[in-house]
């Protein structure tokens, strides 16, 4: 079985065009994609939306989502530390992904107890797919 990982999620670059009722452009922006690979950092963001994804999805209370975003923040950089330490593929590597998603998965069961950490299990799939529709 493929470990589980949490806060990993393929991204795309958010464009963010500024737009004024006032002045208007004669050219459109470049519109400027990012390719992420297994190898690349996972973004911040990632954490940050992931967290939003579960508060709505398992009505989470203010104080679980604040911890969960602190738990998936850390796992995420864990992971980033990680594929700078070792090579991309390595056993090394993937050793240290199944140690840091361990540790984040008895994290977040204390967080959110039983009933909801199944909930979040069942739902993994659900809500990464609403991750990626968030960030395109």
Do not use: Y
């Not at 199944?118 to 529709?133: G, L, T």
């Amino acid at each position: 079985m493929r470990p589980v990982r949490f806060a990993v999620v393929l991204s795309l670059s958010l464009t963010a065009a500024s737009c004024s009722i006032f002045h208007h452009r004669d050219k459109a922006a470049p519109v400027v994609e990012t390719v992420r690979t297994a190898d690349s950092p996972t973004p911040p963001t990632a954490a940050r939306d992931l967290a939003d994804v579960m508060a709505t999805d398992l009505q989470l209370t203010p104080e679980q989502t604040g911890r969960v975003r602190s738990i998936l923040s850390n796992t995420v950089a864990q992971a980033n530390a990680a594929k700078e330490k070792f090579p991309p593929q390595s056993p090394q590597l993937l050793a240290e992904q199944k140690r840091i998603n361990a540790a984040s998965q008895r994290e977040l069961q204390q967080t959110l107890g039983p009933v909801k950490f199944k909930q979040f299990i069942a739902n993994q799939r659900k809500m990464a797919a609403e991750m990626q529709q968030r960030q395109k």
